[in-house]
Protein backbone atom coordinates (compact mmCIF):
# COMPACT_ATOMS: atom_id res chain seq x y z
CA UNK A 1 0.00 0.00 0.00
CA UNK A 2 1.19 3.01 -1.28
CA UNK A 3 1.96 5.82 1.34
CA UNK A 4 2.88 9.36 1.33
CA UNK A 5 4.63 11.61 4.48
CA UNK A 6 4.72 15.36 4.28
CA UNK A 7 6.70 17.10 5.99
CA UNK A 8 8.12 20.85 6.08
CA UNK A 9 5.44 23.33 7.08
CA UNK A 10 6.04 26.42 9.27
CA UNK A 11 4.64 29.72 9.61
CA UNK A 12 7.19 32.28 8.06
CA UNK A 13 6.58 35.89 7.12
CA UNK A 14 5.74 36.93 3.69
CA UNK A 15 8.62 37.55 1.12
CA UNK A 16 9.99 34.02 3.20
CA UNK A 17 11.08 30.73 1.69
CA UNK A 18 10.01 27.04 2.56
CA UNK A 19 10.86 23.86 1.01
CA UNK A 20 8.38 21.07 1.41
CA UNK A 21 9.14 17.44 1.41
CA UNK A 22 6.86 14.41 0.40
CA UNK A 23 8.12 11.24 1.25
CA UNK A 24 6.65 7.92 -0.58
CA UNK A 25 6.75 4.36 0.37
CA UNK A 26 5.16 0.87 0.19
CA UNK A 27 5.36 0.85 -3.22
CA UNK A 28 6.02 -2.59 -5.07
CA UNK A 29 8.91 -1.76 -6.95
CA UNK A 30 11.10 0.42 -9.21
CA UNK A 31 9.01 0.29 -12.36
CA UNK A 32 5.91 0.98 -10.41
CA UNK A 33 6.92 3.73 -8.79
CA UNK A 34 8.00 5.24 -12.22
CA UNK A 35 4.80 5.45 -13.23
CA UNK A 36 3.15 7.98 -10.73
CA UNK A 37 2.37 11.62 -10.64
CA UNK A 38 3.39 13.31 -7.83
CA UNK A 39 1.71 16.34 -7.34
CA UNK A 40 1.21 18.87 -4.60
CA UNK A 41 -2.22 20.33 -3.91
CA UNK A 42 -3.21 22.85 -0.69
CA UNK A 43 -6.35 23.98 0.92
CA UNK A 44 -6.99 27.31 2.43
CA UNK A 45 -9.19 27.87 5.01
CA UNK A 46 -12.45 27.81 3.37
CA UNK A 47 -11.57 27.02 0.12
CA UNK A 48 -11.21 24.18 -2.71
CA UNK A 49 -8.09 22.09 -2.83
CA UNK A 50 -6.10 22.96 -5.58
CA UNK A 51 -3.56 21.67 -7.81
CA UNK A 52 0.08 23.79 -7.32
CA UNK A 53 2.85 21.86 -8.95
CA UNK A 54 3.91 18.61 -9.44
CA UNK A 55 5.95 16.09 -11.39
CA UNK A 56 6.42 12.83 -13.55
CA UNK A 57 8.96 10.40 -11.64
CA UNK A 58 10.30 8.75 -14.48
CA UNK A 59 10.80 11.34 -16.51
CA UNK A 60 10.87 14.67 -14.25
CA UNK A 61 8.53 16.41 -16.39
CA UNK A 62 6.94 19.09 -14.17
CA UNK A 63 3.84 21.34 -14.10
CA UNK A 64 2.82 24.18 -12.39
CA UNK A 65 -0.28 25.96 -11.38
CA UNK A 66 -0.60 29.86 -12.75
CA UNK A 67 -0.30 31.12 -9.27
CA UNK A 68 2.95 29.57 -8.26
CA UNK A 69 5.01 29.95 -11.65
CA UNK A 70 8.28 31.99 -10.94
CA UNK A 71 8.10 30.90 -7.10
CA UNK A 72 7.71 27.49 -6.71
CA UNK A 73 9.94 24.63 -7.92
CA UNK A 74 8.96 21.33 -8.00
CA UNK A 75 11.84 18.51 -7.74
CA UNK A 76 12.76 14.96 -6.63
CA UNK A 77 15.43 12.71 -5.24
CA UNK A 78 14.42 9.25 -7.19
CA UNK A 79 16.98 7.36 -4.65
CA UNK A 80 15.24 8.75 -1.57
CA UNK A 81 11.53 8.48 -2.90
CA UNK A 82 10.79 12.05 -2.31
CA UNK A 83 9.31 14.76 -4.18
CA UNK A 84 10.14 18.87 -3.17
CA UNK A 85 8.58 22.02 -3.55
CA UNK A 86 10.88 24.96 -3.18
CA UNK A 87 8.87 27.99 -2.25
CA UNK A 88 10.01 31.74 -2.31
CA UNK A 89 8.20 34.94 -2.17
CA UNK A 90 5.59 33.56 -0.36
CA UNK A 91 2.31 35.68 0.72
CA UNK A 92 -0.54 35.48 2.57
CA UNK A 93 -2.17 33.75 0.00
CA UNK A 94 0.29 30.96 0.44
CA UNK A 95 -0.90 30.23 3.11
CA UNK A 96 -2.72 26.60 3.38
CA UNK A 97 -2.48 22.88 3.95
CA UNK A 98 -0.04 21.60 1.55
CA UNK A 99 -1.03 17.86 1.25
CA UNK A 100 0.84 15.06 -1.76
CA UNK A 101 -0.95 13.19 -3.94
CA UNK A 102 0.01 10.21 -5.90
CA UNK A 103 -1.50 9.13 -8.83
CA UNK A 104 -0.74 6.37 -11.86
CA UNK A 105 -1.46 7.10 -15.51
CA UNK A 106 -3.02 10.34 -14.71
CA UNK A 107 -4.94 12.26 -17.25
CA UNK A 108 -5.33 15.63 -16.12
CA UNK A 109 -2.86 16.88 -13.45
CA UNK A 110 -4.52 19.39 -11.78
CA UNK A 111 -7.59 17.18 -11.18
CA UNK A 112 -8.51 15.79 -7.54
CA UNK A 113 -9.97 12.56 -8.89
CA UNK A 114 -6.99 11.46 -10.59
CA UNK A 115 -4.88 11.14 -7.30
CA UNK A 116 -5.64 7.80 -5.61
CA UNK A 117 -3.63 8.18 -2.94
CA UNK A 118 -2.84 11.40 -0.24
CA UNK A 119 -0.47 12.37 2.56
CA UNK A 120 -1.98 13.98 5.76
CA UNK A 121 -0.70 17.30 5.00
CA UNK A 122 1.38 19.81 6.24
CA UNK A 123 0.40 23.83 7.27
CA UNK A 124 2.18 26.18 5.68
CA UNK A 125 1.39 30.20 7.37
CA UNK A 126 2.21 33.01 5.91
CA UNK A 127 2.45 36.57 7.76
CA UNK A 128 1.92 39.67 6.57
Known amino acids: QVQLEESGGDSVQAGGSLRLSCVVS????????????LTWFRQPPGKEREAVAG????????YYADSVKGRFTVSQDKAKNTMFLQMHSLTPEDSAIYYC?????????????????WGQGTQVTVSS
Open 101 to 117: AAGRYVGDRFGRSEYTT
Open 26 to 37: GYSSDSYYNTFD
Open 55 to 62: IHVRDSST
